[in-house]
């Protein structure tokens, strides 16, 4: 059991406080009475969001440690790659309208997307798998370092904080309020997931710890946290970890560094930045090396 933090205090706990606060500022009925950390209008103004900053800094950063979540990997994905059964179940739905309108060039294209779904969802396996074996090294060392982070999210993100649930660990889900796509996954440790509304916070949490980065296949989310991490790498902002790209031929077709080189844009050490690998078994193995594990 923790021991309490207001334990052997002489002044009251400002919970304590608050609790006295609230008494009396329901007598007085004055909004102005009620204590400025408890006055939820007064810390939603505009003027208090460097404040809001710093809390969302702070609260998952003292849950982390008072968890004993000394490292981190980092595994991204495209939350629009569901587990092969389900995209299977949407190619099949695309399918029966094509079928009652075969000349629909939108259903046609559809189709399509739902095909290439029905291949990416071997993402969602690739990710469940190499997440089991971070999380049984993870074990094997405690439990507090190499601890699976990944969006919270649907789709690729799941699948890593699904396959840390297989081998018995934990794993983080810092999900963030978007208008889509922003449930949690019901494979986060619940004590391990937390809700942001600053992307900028919740990037900085993915790599305050981290010790490794994986990238799926994904969208925009996913390329802007690989590119925030490059970047951070190239400049010295943080120190160099492995950086793996998971799905080569995606990777190669979606993004030319090569060009950018031939270009003058990145250096030619700059492609020593990331790896390019097509299973979990290949992932694990760059990470492996690494770490020297």
């Known amino acids: ?44 103004r505009d003027e208090l969001r460097s404040v809001r900053l710093q809390l969302e800094w702070l609260k998952p950063d003292m849950e ?24 299977l179940r949407g190619l099949d739905a695309v399918n029966q309208a094509v079928e009652s309108d075969p000349d629909d060039s939108a259903l046609l294209r559809r189709k399509r997307i739902a095909e290439r779904l029905v291949e990416n969802s071997r993402f969602y396996d690739e990710g469940r798998k190499l997440a089991r074996l971070i999380t049984e090294m993870s074990l094997k060392k405690g439990g507090g370092q190499y601890v699976v982070v990944t969006g919270g999210g649907p789709g690729v993100m799941e699948a890593a904080n699904r ?20 449930e949690p996954n019901i494979y986060i440790t619940p004590e391990l997931c937390f809700q942001f509304h600053y ?21 925009f989310g996913t390329l802007d946290e690989l590119f925030e991490t490059l ?25 030319n560094f090569e060009l950018m080189v031939e270009e003058g844009a990145i250096n030619e ?12 078994d290949e992932a694990w193995a760059v990470l492996c090396d690494a770490w020297g594990t």
């Not at 305050?208 to 296949?217: Q, S, T, Y």
């Not at 970047?231 to 492995?242: A, D, E, M, Y």
């Open 231 to 255: 970047t951070l790498i190239q400049t010295g902002k943080i120190k160099p970890l492995p950086v793996v790209l998971l799905g080569s031929a995606y990777w190669r077709k979606l993004i």
């Open 163 to 182: 396959g840390a649930a297989d081998a018995g660990g934990k794993s983080i889900g810092p999900n963030i309020v978007l208008p889509f796509e922003q």
């Open 269 to 280: 050490e700059d492609l020593k930045l990331f790896t390019y690998v097509d299973t979990a």
């Open 1 to 44: 059991m923790k021991k309490s933090k207001t334990e052997g205090r002489t002044f009251p706990s400002a919970a304590e406080d608050a609790h006295a606060a609230r008494i009396r500022a329901s007598i007085t009925h004055l909004p102005s009475y009620e204590l400025a950390y408890t006055d939820e209008e007064f810390l939603l």
């Open 64 to 87: 982390l440690e008072e968890h004993g979540i000394e490292s981190t990997v980092v595994l991204f994905g495209g939350a629009r790659f569901p587990e092969r059964n389900e995209a």
């Open 199 to 219: 992307f900028a916070i919740r990037k900085m949490h993915f790599l305050k710890r981290a010790c490794g980065l994986i990238a799926c296949p994904g969208g």
